[in-house]
Protein backbone atom coordinates (compact mmCIF):
# COMPACT_ATOMS: atom_id res chain seq x y z
CA UNK A 1 0.00 0.00 0.00
CA UNK A 2 1.27 3.26 -0.82
CA UNK A 3 1.84 6.23 1.57
CA UNK A 4 -0.82 8.29 -0.01
CA UNK A 5 -3.77 5.31 -0.18
CA UNK A 6 -3.20 4.56 3.70
CA UNK A 7 -3.49 8.51 4.29
CA UNK A 8 -6.74 8.33 2.26
CA UNK A 9 -8.18 5.19 4.42
CA UNK A 10 -6.93 7.31 7.75
CA UNK A 11 -8.65 10.49 6.45
CA UNK A 12 -11.70 9.20 5.46
CA UNK A 13 -12.35 6.83 8.11
CA UNK A 14 -11.86 9.60 10.77
CA UNK A 15 -13.67 12.18 9.40
CA UNK A 16 -16.68 9.58 8.97
CA UNK A 17 -16.48 8.39 12.75
CA UNK A 18 -17.64 10.55 15.67
CA UNK A 19 -16.24 8.13 18.38
CA UNK A 20 -13.38 5.96 18.07
CA UNK A 21 -11.35 4.32 15.05
CA UNK A 22 -9.09 1.50 14.97
CA UNK A 23 -6.47 0.55 12.03
CA UNK A 24 -5.26 -2.85 11.89
CA UNK A 25 -2.18 -3.46 9.19
CA UNK A 26 -2.14 -7.10 8.07
CA UNK A 27 -1.32 -8.82 5.05
CA UNK A 28 0.39 -10.94 3.66
CA UNK A 29 2.82 -9.53 6.06
CA UNK A 30 2.99 -5.59 6.88
CA UNK A 31 6.16 -5.29 7.93
CA UNK A 32 7.61 -6.42 4.66
CA UNK A 33 7.48 -2.46 4.86
CA UNK A 34 9.78 -0.38 6.25
CA UNK A 35 9.47 1.94 9.65
CA UNK A 36 9.17 5.17 8.02
CA UNK A 37 5.44 3.77 6.33
CA UNK A 38 4.19 3.07 10.02
CA UNK A 39 5.64 6.85 10.96
CA UNK A 40 3.81 8.10 8.43
CA UNK A 41 0.63 6.64 9.35
CA UNK A 42 0.93 7.83 12.77
CA UNK A 43 1.20 11.57 11.64
CA UNK A 44 -1.62 10.74 9.59
CA UNK A 45 -3.58 9.91 12.60
CA UNK A 46 -2.46 13.28 14.08
CA UNK A 47 -2.94 15.04 11.52
CA UNK A 48 -6.74 13.74 10.59
CA UNK A 49 -8.14 13.26 13.98
CA UNK A 50 -9.95 17.20 13.66
CA UNK A 51 -12.83 15.25 16.25
CA UNK A 52 -10.24 14.39 19.27
CA UNK A 53 -11.13 10.65 18.47
CA UNK A 54 -10.34 7.92 20.71
CA UNK A 55 -7.39 5.90 17.65
CA UNK A 56 -5.93 2.83 17.65
CA UNK A 57 -2.80 0.63 15.53
CA UNK A 58 -2.27 -2.57 15.55
CA UNK A 59 0.09 -4.94 13.19
CA UNK A 60 -0.79 -8.72 12.84
CA UNK A 61 2.52 -10.13 12.08
CA UNK A 62 4.37 -13.60 11.32
CA UNK A 63 7.14 -12.12 13.75
CA UNK A 64 10.04 -12.65 11.79
CA UNK A 65 11.19 -9.40 12.61
CA UNK A 66 14.11 -8.30 14.91
CA UNK A 67 13.73 -7.49 18.43
CA UNK A 68 14.94 -3.41 18.07
CA UNK A 69 12.01 -3.17 15.49
CA UNK A 70 9.66 -4.38 17.60
CA UNK A 71 10.81 -2.19 20.01
CA UNK A 72 10.55 0.60 17.63
CA UNK A 73 7.11 -0.07 16.37
CA UNK A 74 5.92 -0.38 20.35
CA UNK A 75 7.07 3.24 20.94
CA UNK A 76 5.37 4.59 18.39
CA UNK A 77 2.20 3.65 19.00
CA UNK A 78 1.46 0.67 18.20
CA UNK A 79 -0.50 -2.91 19.25
CA UNK A 80 1.46 -5.96 17.91
CA UNK A 81 -0.15 -9.60 17.49
CA UNK A 82 1.80 -12.34 16.08
CA UNK A 83 0.40 -15.52 14.44
CA UNK A 84 2.03 -18.17 15.95
CA UNK A 85 -0.22 -21.68 16.28
CA UNK A 86 1.12 -22.83 19.71
CA UNK A 87 4.25 -25.67 19.34
CA UNK A 88 6.89 -25.24 16.56
CA UNK A 89 5.80 -28.46 15.17
CA UNK A 90 2.03 -27.21 13.87
CA UNK A 91 3.50 -23.86 13.18
CA UNK A 92 5.94 -25.36 10.90
CA UNK A 93 3.11 -27.65 8.97
CA UNK A 94 0.28 -24.79 9.24
CA UNK A 95 2.51 -21.68 7.76
CA UNK A 96 3.98 -20.75 4.62
CA UNK A 97 8.06 -20.17 6.06
CA UNK A 98 7.34 -22.57 8.84
CA UNK A 99 10.13 -24.01 9.07
CA UNK A 100 11.12 -20.26 10.95
CA UNK A 101 8.98 -21.31 13.95
CA UNK A 102 12.16 -21.10 16.53
CA UNK A 103 12.76 -17.97 15.46
CA UNK A 104 9.41 -16.59 15.92
CA UNK A 105 9.78 -18.28 19.47
CA UNK A 106 12.81 -16.64 20.41
CA UNK A 107 10.83 -12.99 18.85
CA UNK A 108 8.15 -14.11 21.03
CA UNK A 109 10.56 -14.40 24.32
CA UNK A 110 12.27 -11.14 23.65
CA UNK A 111 8.86 -9.18 23.33
CA UNK A 112 8.71 -9.79 27.25
CA UNK A 113 4.75 -10.64 26.81
CA UNK A 114 3.95 -7.47 25.46
CA UNK A 115 2.92 -8.62 22.24
CA UNK A 116 -0.93 -10.66 21.54
CA UNK A 117 -0.62 -14.41 19.98
CA UNK A 118 -3.17 -15.38 17.69
CA UNK A 119 -2.87 -19.52 16.50
CA UNK A 120 -5.71 -21.31 14.09
CA UNK A 121 -6.60 -24.69 15.42
CA UNK A 122 -6.48 -27.36 12.80
CA UNK A 123 -7.28 -31.09 12.74
CA UNK A 124 -3.43 -31.30 14.12
CA UNK A 125 -4.20 -29.19 17.09
CA UNK A 126 -6.84 -31.48 18.32
CA UNK A 127 -5.76 -33.05 21.75
CA UNK A 128 -3.12 -30.38 21.64
CA UNK A 129 -5.10 -27.81 23.51
CA UNK A 130 -2.94 -27.32 27.02
CA UNK A 131 0.19 -27.81 25.24
CA UNK A 132 -0.85 -24.45 23.13
CA UNK A 133 -2.61 -23.02 26.27
CA UNK A 134 0.73 -22.89 28.84
CA UNK A 135 2.75 -21.50 26.02
CA UNK A 136 0.43 -18.79 25.67
CA UNK A 137 0.48 -18.21 29.83
CA UNK A 138 3.95 -18.45 29.67
CA UNK A 139 4.74 -15.86 26.73
CA UNK A 140 1.66 -13.16 26.58
CA UNK A 141 -1.03 -11.67 28.17
CA UNK A 142 -3.30 -11.56 25.38
CA UNK A 143 -4.61 -14.59 23.00
CA UNK A 144 -6.87 -15.86 20.70
CA UNK A 145 -7.65 -19.08 18.82
CA UNK A 146 -9.24 -19.20 15.72
CA UNK A 147 -10.81 -22.33 14.46
CA UNK A 148 -9.25 -22.97 10.79
CA UNK A 149 -12.14 -21.85 8.64
CA UNK A 150 -10.63 -22.10 4.90
CA UNK A 151 -11.28 -18.70 2.58
CA UNK A 152 -9.10 -17.71 -0.79
CA UNK A 153 -6.10 -19.52 -0.80
CA UNK A 154 -6.99 -21.67 2.60
CA UNK A 155 -9.55 -23.51 0.39
CA UNK A 156 -7.15 -25.87 -1.22
CA UNK A 157 -6.38 -27.30 1.86
CA UNK A 158 -9.83 -27.84 3.76
CA UNK A 159 -9.74 -31.60 3.85
CA UNK A 160 -5.89 -31.24 5.26
CA UNK A 161 -6.89 -28.75 7.94
CA UNK A 162 -10.58 -28.63 8.93
CA UNK A 163 -11.66 -29.98 12.54
CA UNK A 164 -14.53 -31.97 12.37
CA UNK A 165 -17.71 -30.46 13.85
CA UNK A 166 -17.06 -32.96 16.78
CA UNK A 167 -13.02 -31.95 17.05
CA UNK A 168 -13.69 -28.70 16.80
CA UNK A 169 -16.22 -28.93 19.56
CA UNK A 170 -13.93 -30.80 21.89
CA UNK A 171 -11.21 -28.06 21.42
CA UNK A 172 -13.49 -25.15 22.21
CA UNK A 173 -14.34 -26.86 25.30
CA UNK A 174 -11.18 -27.41 26.42
CA UNK A 175 -9.90 -23.87 25.88
CA UNK A 176 -12.83 -22.91 27.80
CA UNK A 177 -11.80 -24.87 30.54
CA UNK A 178 -8.25 -24.44 30.35
CA UNK A 179 -9.20 -20.72 30.61
CA UNK A 180 -11.61 -21.07 33.35
CA UNK A 181 -9.68 -22.77 35.80
CA UNK A 182 -6.49 -20.38 35.25
CA UNK A 183 -5.61 -17.58 37.76
CA UNK A 184 -3.32 -16.12 35.62
CA UNK A 185 -3.93 -12.81 33.53
CA UNK A 186 -4.44 -14.53 30.25
CA UNK A 187 -7.12 -13.08 28.00
CA UNK A 188 -8.15 -15.67 25.86
CA UNK A 189 -10.06 -14.68 23.18
CA UNK A 190 -12.65 -15.43 21.90
CA UNK A 191 -13.50 -16.76 24.90
CA UNK A 192 -13.55 -14.41 27.24
CA UNK A 193 -15.81 -12.29 24.92
CA UNK A 194 -18.22 -14.89 24.35
CA UNK A 195 -18.84 -15.10 28.51
CA UNK A 196 -19.02 -11.27 28.43
CA UNK A 197 -21.71 -11.35 26.23
CA UNK A 198 -23.75 -13.34 28.44
CA UNK A 199 -23.27 -11.00 31.01
CA UNK A 200 -23.70 -7.79 28.50
CA UNK A 201 -26.35 -9.52 26.45
CA UNK A 202 -24.58 -7.80 23.23
CA UNK A 203 -21.50 -9.82 21.61
CA UNK A 204 -18.57 -7.94 19.78
CA UNK A 205 -16.38 -10.43 17.96
CA UNK A 206 -17.05 -9.84 14.55
CA UNK A 207 -17.84 -13.89 13.79
CA UNK A 208 -20.34 -13.38 16.34
CA UNK A 209 -21.94 -10.78 16.25
CA UNK A 210 -23.96 -9.15 12.93
CA UNK A 211 -23.52 -5.64 14.37
CA UNK A 212 -19.79 -5.77 15.10
CA UNK A 213 -19.19 -6.89 11.37
CA UNK A 214 -21.13 -4.49 9.85
CA UNK A 215 -19.01 -1.80 11.54
CA UNK A 216 -15.61 -2.89 9.90
CA UNK A 217 -14.44 -2.64 6.57
CA UNK A 218 -11.56 -4.00 4.89
CA UNK A 219 -8.73 -2.60 2.09
CA UNK A 220 -6.85 -3.68 -0.34
CA UNK A 221 -3.60 -2.13 -1.35
CA UNK A 222 -5.18 0.55 -3.14
CA UNK A 223 -8.20 1.57 -1.46
CA UNK A 224 -10.46 -0.87 -2.59
CA UNK A 225 -13.39 -0.94 -0.18
CA UNK A 226 -14.70 -4.78 1.14
CA UNK A 227 -17.10 -6.12 3.90
CA UNK A 228 -13.87 -7.16 5.66
CA UNK A 229 -10.24 -7.96 5.66
CA UNK A 230 -11.22 -11.39 4.53
CA UNK A 231 -13.38 -10.92 1.93
CA UNK A 232 -11.27 -9.18 -0.60
CA UNK A 233 -11.07 -12.27 -2.79
CA UNK A 234 -14.84 -11.95 -3.67
CA UNK A 235 -16.20 -9.24 -6.18
CA UNK A 236 -19.93 -9.72 -4.21
CA UNK A 237 -18.17 -8.14 -1.19
CA UNK A 238 -16.51 -4.98 -3.15
CA UNK A 239 -17.95 -1.87 -2.11
CA UNK A 240 -16.33 0.90 -3.94
CA UNK A 241 -13.41 2.59 -3.05
CA UNK A 242 -12.10 4.65 -0.87
CA UNK A 243 -12.30 8.00 -2.58
CA UNK A 244 -15.89 7.98 -2.99
CA UNK A 245 -16.08 8.70 0.40
CA UNK A 246 -17.99 6.29 3.36
CA UNK A 247 -20.89 8.24 3.09
CA UNK A 248 -21.85 6.57 -0.06
CA UNK A 249 -20.33 3.02 1.19
CA UNK A 250 -21.85 2.48 4.30
CA UNK A 251 -25.40 0.98 4.12
CA UNK A 252 -24.30 0.28 0.14
CA UNK A 253 -26.81 -3.31 -0.90
CA UNK A 254 -23.72 -5.25 -0.31
CA UNK A 255 -22.78 -3.76 2.91
CA UNK A 256 -26.88 -4.23 3.86
CA UNK A 257 -26.61 -7.84 3.18
CA UNK A 258 -24.75 -8.53 6.26
CA UNK A 259 -27.68 -7.25 8.24
CA UNK A 260 -30.58 -8.87 6.21
CA UNK A 261 -28.55 -12.33 6.61
CA UNK A 262 -28.06 -11.93 10.31
CA UNK A 263 -32.43 -11.40 10.30
CA UNK A 264 -33.22 -14.41 7.84
CA UNK A 265 -30.62 -16.69 9.87
CA UNK A 266 -32.24 -15.42 13.05
CA UNK A 267 -36.39 -15.95 11.73
CA UNK A 268 -34.97 -19.23 10.61
CA UNK A 269 -32.88 -20.18 14.30
CA UNK A 270 -34.24 -22.91 16.46
CA UNK A 271 -31.00 -22.14 18.39
CA UNK A 272 -31.70 -20.12 22.16
CA UNK A 273 -27.95 -18.87 21.08
CA UNK A 274 -28.54 -17.88 18.12
CA UNK A 275 -27.99 -13.51 19.13
CA UNK A 276 -24.75 -14.78 20.25
CA UNK A 277 -23.68 -16.63 17.62
CA UNK A 278 -25.64 -15.09 14.76
CA UNK A 279 -25.03 -17.41 11.99
CA UNK A 280 -21.13 -16.98 12.05
CA UNK A 281 -18.69 -15.24 9.73
CA UNK A 282 -20.78 -14.69 6.02
CA UNK A 283 -17.21 -14.82 4.62
CA UNK A 284 -16.91 -18.61 6.22
CA UNK A 285 -20.04 -19.08 4.92
CA UNK A 286 -19.63 -18.12 1.66
CA UNK A 287 -16.36 -20.02 0.99
CA UNK A 288 -17.87 -23.25 2.63
CA UNK A 289 -21.24 -22.99 0.40
CA UNK A 290 -21.20 -20.31 -2.24
CA UNK A 291 -23.79 -17.90 -0.35
CA UNK A 292 -22.98 -15.63 2.28
CA UNK A 293 -26.78 -16.09 3.64
CA UNK A 294 -26.59 -19.25 5.00
CA UNK A 295 -24.55 -20.71 7.84
CA UNK A 296 -20.65 -20.95 8.65
CA UNK A 297 -19.40 -24.30 9.32
CA UNK A 298 -18.81 -23.92 12.95
CA UNK A 299 -21.91 -21.64 13.61
CA UNK A 300 -23.90 -24.62 15.09
CA UNK A 301 -23.03 -27.82 17.69
CA UNK A 302 -19.56 -26.83 18.42
CA UNK A 303 -20.33 -23.21 19.20
CA UNK A 304 -23.79 -24.22 20.90
CA UNK A 305 -22.01 -26.72 22.96
CA UNK A 306 -19.68 -24.22 24.14
CA UNK A 307 -22.46 -21.77 25.05
CA UNK A 308 -24.13 -24.57 27.05
CA UNK A 309 -21.23 -25.39 29.22
CA UNK A 310 -21.24 -21.66 30.18
CA UNK A 311 -25.15 -21.02 30.29
CA UNK A 312 -24.52 -24.10 33.13
CA UNK A 313 -21.37 -22.51 34.72
CA UNK A 314 -23.27 -19.25 35.39
CA UNK A 315 -25.79 -21.24 37.80
CA UNK A 316 -22.99 -22.07 40.23
CA UNK A 317 -22.49 -18.77 42.05
CA UNK A 318 -18.75 -19.79 42.89
CA UNK A 319 -18.27 -20.02 39.11
CA UNK A 320 -20.35 -17.17 38.08
CA UNK A 321 -17.94 -14.98 40.47
CA UNK A 322 -14.68 -16.36 38.80
CA UNK A 323 -16.34 -15.93 35.39
CA UNK A 324 -17.69 -12.05 36.76
CA UNK A 325 -13.88 -11.17 37.37
CA UNK A 326 -12.46 -12.77 33.63
CA UNK A 327 -14.95 -11.50 31.82
CA UNK A 328 -13.65 -7.91 33.11
CA UNK A 329 -17.66 -7.61 34.76
CA UNK A 330 -15.96 -6.93 38.02
Not at 17 to 30: K, L, Q, R, V
Not at 319 to 324: G, Q, S, T
Amino acid sequence: MSSETADMLIKEFMRYNDNFAHFTWIGGEPLIREDSFFQEIMDSSKKHNIKNLRVSHSIQTNGLYSPERFDTLKKMGFKIGISYDGTPDLQASHRVGGKNAEKIIENIYQTKRNAGIISVLTKKSVGREKEIYDFFKENTTFARVNLFAPTGKGLAHEKELIPSIEEAKSMLLNFYSLWREDNSPLELRPHREIVRSFFTGFPVNCEYSAVSCYKIFGSDSKGDIYTCSRSIHIPEMKLGHISEGLDKLVDSKPHQKILERYLYLKEKSNSPYFHISCGGCPVEAYSHTGDMMNLAFFSGEPRDALFREIEKDLKNDAKRKKLERKAGII
